[in-house]
Structures are given as C-alpha cells and as structure tokens.
C-alpha cells in the first residue's frame, strides 16, 4: 500500500473506533464522545496498541503518515485554541470583577498549590523531568495543569446541564476565562527562551500595535469576510509566537483574544466550533495518544496520574467552597461550581503537550496528566449533574 492509503486507513481508525464505543456503550453520561476520543488516542498510543500489536502499529502509524497527521492535528489545536481566545468574554469579566476576581483567583492559586505539592512528590523519583526542563519548571508547570479549565469543554457541559445562558453558567463562564489567561501567562513564562530573548521583546512590543491594526480591520471588514481574516490572522500569529519561542499555540491563543466576540455570529461560533471538534479535532487526539510512554512503569504512571487528580479535584474544591464562604452564596452552589471547573480536557492536553514539545516535561509525565485530565474531566457531569437538581430544587 501507498503513503495515501495507510493515511486513510488511520483516518478511518480514528473517526469509526471512538464514535463506535460512545455509541454502542452509550458513554455520554460519564465520557462524552470528545473524552472517548482523548481515551482512543492513548489505546491506539504506543503504549497499548503499539505493545500489544507491534507490527500492526508499525505498519499504519508509520513515519510519514505520522507526519502527515500531525500537520493536521497542528492546524486543528491552532483553530481550536484561536476560537477558545476568542470565547473569553473580558467584558463581562471586568464588569463582575470584584466577583470573579475572588472566585477565579481562589479556583487557581488553591489547585496549583496542591498540584505543586504533588509535584515535589514525584520529583524525587528519576523519569519526570524532560532532557531541557529545571525542575521550577516542571513544578509549575505540573500544578499549572491541575489548575487548568477547559473553557470550550466547559461550554459543551454547561449546555448539554441546560445551564449555558444561566446566570450560574455565565460566572463560571467567566470564572473560567479569568483563569485562562493566567494560565497563557504563566505558560508563557515556563517555557521563555532566553535564546530568543531579542525575537520575544520584538514580538511583545509588536504585538499590541498588530492587534489595534486587526480589530480596526475587522470592524471594517464585511460579515461574510471576517472569518477569513480571521483565519489569515491566526496563521501569522501562529508562526510569528513560534518564531519568537513562544510555542505557535501561545500564538493562536493570543490571536483570538485580541478579536472581539461580537465580531461573529453566535450560532456561526457554536456551529464552527462543533465542526472542528467533529471534523479534525480528533486527529490531534489520536496524534496526542502516540506520544503516551509508560518507560518508567504503568504503574509508576497510574500512581502519578492519581496523585495529580487528588491534587486538582481537591485544591479546585477548596479554593470554590473559600469563595463560596467569602461571597456568602447559597449552600450547595459552590459544590456545583467546584465540580464544573473540574472540566481539563483539551487545555490541559494542550497545555501538556507544550511543555512536552519544549522537552521540559518527559514522555511519562504527559502520559500522566494526561490520565488526570481525562478523570478529572469524566467526574465533571456525574458529579455535578445531582447537585444541579438539588440546588434547582432548594
């Protein structure tokens, strides 16, 4: 067979086996059909499928066709993380930020502080720390990870709860945001190239002067047009934030921050984002799960995967119910809250997946926050779903 037709034997593989198993299993509850993508991944992964049937994984997830999957996955997290920048509402966020500020600085600092805690643990055992990671790095960057909401996840749960235009769906919206751009920031600041200082200083200060020149642009562009420029936009951002050492990820992030939401139809925004979600997202999760390692041992990883998820399930309720006491709200609504922000998938594969391509973190440690990322992100509905009745209720 050709280079052509293997890719389209893992294509075929990557968009027939996840939708099967949610469908058949009927898994939505507990592991919605982007979370049994994320599983699939690490299966089809090196670690399980490549151990399990060597030859097999050697014949479809061979060099070139890796390469031409990951192309795709990188186009696909640019688009994804460009429309997540897009998505925070800053606006609202300022207008409540008395509220907000306690709550999503309180929803941060709690987890992160526990994630570091569960860091220094593993830390004094070998096989966490990447080939050009120090270990502040990877300390910050393993509880930056267990502090992490996925805004675009969050937005997929909050509507399938019925809860998405609420007034509770909106603060944890913007609960949500807030921390979103502390997590760029403190990204940004792990992974400083100081080799590229000078292309870094030159990105921060054109960056500013870029964007005033692409709202104006945007406003004066037609509808129809701006999801072209848009695109344009987030290309030039992505390679420039690259170029600069930044990652081109940090780049699209930021591209889309910069732009307004008013500036796109609403139901033009959901409906795209569901398509890039159903359309290529599911090649970086598979592209994502062939980066998973167990070297160090399964159950050296699983244990590390635990500790983290006890880690960021418990700073993330700690940190909401301190909120929840400062700000005097109803009983049961910080239970609910700390549950929904408990929502990592994505960002937080994203996130990983940076401080891995920047070797700061080793293979064994992804594969870690990984797991975490997909527990913590299945707890999420179960959890929330009879807190939500019975705060209804009360």
């Given at each position: 067979m050709n280079t052509t037709e293997i890719f389209l034997i893992a294509m075929l593989i990557i968009f027939s086996v996840p939708y099967l198993v949610w469908r058949l299993f009927r898994t939505d509850h507990y592991a919605p059909l982007v979370v049994v993508q994320i599983i699939g991944g690490i299966l089809l992964g090196p670690g399980v499928?490549?151990?399990v049937f060597p030859d097999y994984y050697a014949f479809v997830f061979r060099p070139e066709v890796i390469q031409s999957?990951?192309?795709?996955a990188w186009w696909a997290v640019m688009i994804f993380v460009w429309l997540a920048g897009i998505e925070l509402d800053l606006k609202a966020a300022w207008a409540?930020?008395?509220?907000?500020?306690?709550t999503a600085g309180l929803a941060l600092v709690t987890p992160l502080l526990f994630g570091c805690a569960a860091a220094a643990v593993l830390l004094q055992f070998p096989g966490w720390v990447g080939e050009r990671g120090q270990s502040w790095q990877v300390l910050a960057g393993m509880g930056m990870a267990c502090a992490v909401t996925a805004l675009p996840i969050l937005v997929l749960f909050l509507d399938k709860l019925g809860v998405l235009r609420s007034d509770l769906g909106q603060r944890v919206l913007r609960y949500a945001s807030l921390d979103d751009i502390a997590i760029w920031g403190?990204?940004?600041l792990i992974i400083l190239d100081w080799d590229r200082l000078g292309r870094q200083a030159a990105f921060l200060v054109g960056f500013p002067i870029a964007s005033i020149a692409i709202r104006a642009l945007m406003?004066?562009?037609p509808q129809t047009d701006r999801w072209y420029v848009g695109l344009i936009w987030l290309a030039a951002m992505g390679f420039v934030?690259?170029?600069a050492g930044l990652h081109y990820m940090v780049g699209a992030f930021l591209a889309g921050v910069v732009l307004d939401k008013d500036l796109f139809e609403e139901r033009q925004m959901d409906s795209f984002r569901h398509i890039v979600l159903m359309t290529i997202m599911p090649v970086f999760f598979l592209s994502t799960g062939l980066r998973t390692q167990w070297d160090v041992g399964g159950v050296a990883v699983f244990g590390a995967a635990a500790l983290l998820l006890v880690a960021a399930v418990a700073g993330k309720l700690a940190g909401v119910h301190l909120a929840g006491r400062i700000l005097k709200w109803p009983k049961g609504e910080a239970a609910v809250i700390g549950w929904l922000l408990q929502t990592k998938a994505l960002i937080m594969i994203i996130f990983a997946n940076i401080l891995l391509d920047k070797a700061i973190i080793t293979n064994e440690t992804f594969t870690a926050l990984l797991l975490m990322a997909v527990g913590s992100t299945m707890l999420t509905v179960p959890m929330v779903k009879p807190r939500l009745a019975r705060l209804a209720a009360s």
């Open positions: 499928l490549g151990a999957l990951n192309g795709v409540n930020r008395a509220e907000t500020g306690v403190v990204l940004a406003r004066r562009v934030g690259d170029w």
